[in-house]
């Protein structure tokens, strides 16, 4: 018995070796995505959209779209880091500046392992959300 705990945790170390490194930039994009993330999961659709950044909050109309693609799927089972990517431009947004393309593996409560993408734009010191989609 006390050889299975020493083997589970020496793999527990071992998986998290494996797991993606981040890098200080790559971890505060992390980081600005899992905290506006968890204001969405809440329900708080709202505060959501006060969050997200000024100059597209008017490009969709996102309380409406998270009552009818988010509420659905119910509260986070699982969400893992997949990639973070960096881009000069994106669709959207016609500045040419850094953005942050912040991609999760998500599992929910009525929901298979979907893939959701928080787009990210440095506006001075700070990140700010632009953009997400869930596949």
């Not at 083997?7 to 995505?33: H, I, T």
């Amino acid at each position: 018995m006390r050889f299975a705990a020493v083997f589970a945790l020496a793999c527990a170390g071992a998986c998290s070796a494996l797991a993606l490194s981040l890098s200080p930039e790559d971890e505060a994009a992390r980081d600005v995505a899992l905290q506006w993330l968890g204001v969405v999961d809440s329900g708080n659709y709202k505060d959501a959209v006060l969050l997200i950044s000024e100059q597209v909050r008017g490009s969709r109309d996102w309380t409406k779209y998270f009552a009818a693609h988010r509420a659905p799927l119910g509260r986070v089972n699982n969400r893992k880091i997949a990639e973070v990517k960096y881009a000069s431009t994106v669709p959207g947004d016609p500045e040419f500046r850094r953005h942050a393309i912040v991609r999760f593996k998500t599992s929910f409560e009525h929901k298979a392992p979907a893939a959701e993408e928080i787009v990210l734009t440095k506006m001075g010191c700070c990140w700010e959300v632009i953009g997400y989609e869930m596949n």
